[in-house]
């Protein structure tokens, strides 16, 4: 399809879009963005949009490796190249802002990844009124991510809760047989208002928010339930319940509150720089973790503080590079506000 002066248009390999204003010589358009701003654009970087937006098809490759030169709308033939490790389904979406420098204005546009060397037949749905309703549906090749919407602030509670289904095959040859799929996604959103939520990863040059479907062909969470099970387990609530005796339990460890300020630490900071400091919460930290290593289910909030998040972004490049196997998440906002990160032992 080609492209010609008043389409609007996306990028396949960056975030953005807008109206085609001109061209510059045969391979290169200039598209006029929402700022006013003329931005110059290769042919084959761009896909035309409408009323209904187009699949916008990508190769899911590492960022180190190069993406094809050109991305085409249209398979022209069935043959398609598999990748090592490619026989596990792994299935995501993906959530990125259209600017990440008002992230309190920003519209957000949403990608379906197929990290497997199948196609997928999918359907993406989102809950209205105690029914599902379908967003976006089609099929998708292998070792691909297309985009599939873009919405306002203003929509994202139609994202709670999310459904995607999908079927797996090859075309024109054996493969194994994978199960249909129907996971339902609860999307947190208020992390669209964080924008450490955005993080780097394999699939985007910009940080994006990722949600797994289905990792190494194990669904992340199944809607499905078997009726004769349901059945069973109505007949079993109707049962009168054996009186059991109270087991003798192992508590869980109490929740253990670390003040990591420097105050809190030393008595006095009398000749330490900001990275000497730094240092020394960062060994305290790496010490209250390594004594507690064997507690599993431990939850331990270490208080950090909001400041200029330099001591936060530090304990997650720690948890995130050196203890990969914990649960992270930010502590209650109640007690702390946005000053404490919660850690659990596994």
Request: contains cysteine; negative net charge.
């Amino acid at each position: 399809m080609s492209i010609k002066i008043g389409d609007k248009v996306r990028y396949l390999n960056s975030v953005g879009g807008g109206i085609v204003k001109g061209f510059r010589g045969k391979n290169m358009v200039l598209v006029e963005e929402e700022d006013g701003f003329e931005t110059p654009m290769l042919v084959h970087e761009c896909v035309i949009v409408g009323e209904n937006p187009m699949q916008v098809r990508q190769s899911v490759q590492p960022k180190n490796v190069p993406e094809p030169k050109v991305a085409k709308l249209e398979p022209e033939s069935e043959k398609v190249e598999e990748l090592p490790g490619g026989d596990r389904l792994n299935i995501l979406l993906a959530y990125l802002p259209t600017d990440r420098t008002k992230l309190q204005e920003s519209a957000y546009e949403a990608y379906f990844i197929n990290d497997s060397n199948y196609f997928l037949f999918f359907n993406y749905m989102s809950c209205e009124n105690n029914a599902w309703l379908s967003r976006y549906n089609g099929i998708i090749e292998p070792n691909t991510k297309i985009f599939i919407e873009e919405f306002g602030k203003e929509r994202l509670n139609e994202l709670e809760p999310l459904c995607v289904q999908c079927v797996a095959f090859k075309k024109e040859k054996a493969y194994l047989l994978k199960n249909a799929v129907s996971v339902e996604l609860r999307v947190d959103t208020v992390k669209f208002y964080k924008l450490h939520c955005f993080t780097d990863n394999d699939y985007f040059d910009e940080p994006a928010m990722i949600y797994p479907v289905v990792k190494n062909d194990v669904p992340e969470r199944s809607m499905l339930i078997d009726s004769a099970e349901l059945r069973e387990a109505i007949l079993r609530k109707d049962q009168p319940r054996p009186v059991k005796q109270p087991a003798k339990s192992k508590q869980p460890a109490p929740l253990l509150e670390v003040d990591l300020h420097i105050e809190a630490l030393l008595d006095s900071t009398a000749g330490m720089g900001n990275s000497e400091i730094l240092d020394y919460q960062l060994n305290h930290f790496r010490e209250v973790l390594e004594a507690n290593k064997n507690k599993k289910g431990q939850k331990i909030v270490f208080i950090h503080g909001k400041g200029e998040g330099v001591l936060r972004k530090a304990l997650l490049d720690e948890l995130k590079h050196r203890y990969k196997s914990y649960d992270i998440q930010d502590a209650s906002f109640r007690e702390y506000g946005f000053g404490a990160t919660q850690v659990t032992i596994r």
